[in-house]
């Protein structure tokens, strides 16, 4: 394949020959870097040139990102934290949150370390003018989380389903991303996450989060809370590929039910060696990867249909399987959907 055909291929698809092994260069390292900085070009020009014209919602006059992130997810530390370690984790949300818009798309899009991630981020922002993706399919993604960062749709501005908020939903994210060594946090070889969530339940837990924090930001009742949680359950709970439905409007309704809900949903994905008392701490990990960082970015999608859920794009779902040393497992991260919503 030629270097010409292969940047379009990466424009259609995110996938790309990592080593660029077609690409002239004296060494494996030109060559990638020649290929990469043609390819982040090229990922610029084409995102710019299918942007014009779209409808992009506004953000709301006077809303501060940074701000708007700490009162999201400010219950979700005071209810998960003890309060010697509230302040180093609202500090690790600091400037985390980024709405993808017209003004910052291309700014974005050039800081990415990931291509895989540019790519990704720029069909979100082309789905949040109403418009195809690069692959031409429609766009059902809404926030993707990377480390500290989350990218978030204007889309956000305009959803209708009243148990949404992508916001929320990536920051629950952040705290099975970072570690407690580099939130400044006391941290063992047990401990070594914000919080010690399951591999497998992570989505679960985003969701719970999700629906949680928008149920009491509506209900002034515990009537009205139970009323919820049977509208969520009946036609809102996402059709998400590695959730368990059923599992997770129990998890909702226990969490409902206590004092401090955030902890109930934490003790249900937990591992099981954690699930006990001392997961309601939010204190013990998963021993570990004891050396580097583990890139990992999730992404949130709004609705999506079965075929859409199975595509694979080659785009980054990194993180490290728990128990496992650094490395990263690579895993195509989950498209997920909800049975109703904006689109
Ligand atoms: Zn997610």
């Known amino acids: 394949m030629t270097p010409d055909q292969e940047v379009r291929q990466f424009l259609g698809s995110g996938d790309r020959d990592v080593l660029a092994s077609d690409w002239p260069g004296d060494n494996v390292m030109s060559r990638v870097e020649a290929a990469e900085r043609a390819m982040k070009q090229a990922l610029i020009a084409e995102v710019r040139r299918r942007a014009k014209g779209g409808h992009l919602p506004r953000l709301p006059p006077g809303l501060d990102p940074s701000r708007f992130a700490i009162g999201k997810v400010a219950p979700m530390v ?21 709405f993808v818009t017209r003004g910052n798309i291309e700014r974005v899009l050039i800081q990415m370390h990931s291509l895989e991630t540019a790519w990704t981020i720029g069909n979100l922002y082309l789905g949040s003018l109403g418009l195809p993706g690069l692959d031409d399919k429609p766009v059902r993604l809404v926030g993707l989380s990377e480390e500290t960062s989350f990218f978030v749709s204007m889309a956000y501005f305009e959803e209708k389903d009243p148990f949404a908020d992508y916001v929320v939903h990536e920051a629950a994210h952040v ?73 997770l409007a129990d998890i909702l309704a226990e969490a409902l039910a206590a004092r401090n809900g955030w902890k109930r949903i934490l003790r249900r994905c937990s591992p099981p060696q954690c699930s006990s008392g001392q997961a309601e701490k939010g204190q013990e990990l998963l021993a570990g990867s004891p050396t580097g960082r583990t890139e990992y970015a999730s992404e949130r999608t709004a609705r999506g249909d079965p075929e859409e859920r199975n595509q694979s794009h080659g785009r980054g779902c990194q993180e ?17 959907g909800r049975a109703s919503g904006r689109r």
């Open 78 to 98: 005071r209810g998960l934290f003890p309060s010697r370690e509230q302040e180093a984790v609202f500090r690790v949300f600091e400037g985390s949150l980024k």
């Open 175 to 247: 705290f099975h991303n970072w570690k407690r060594e580099w939130a400044g946090l006391r941290h063992t070889r047990r401990q070594e996450f914000l919080l010690p969530i399951a591999f497998a339940k992570r989505e679960t837990f985003a969701f719970a989060c999700e629906a949680y924090s928008r149920i009491l930001e509506q209900a002034k009742s515990r009537a009205e809370r139970l009323r919820l949680h049977a509208t969520y359950a009946a036609a809102y709970i996402p059709d998400c590929d590695g959730v368990d439905r059923y599992e």
């Open 320 to 336: 490290s399987d728990p128990g496992h040393v650094s490395g990263a497992a690579h895993l195509e991260s989950a498209q997920c």
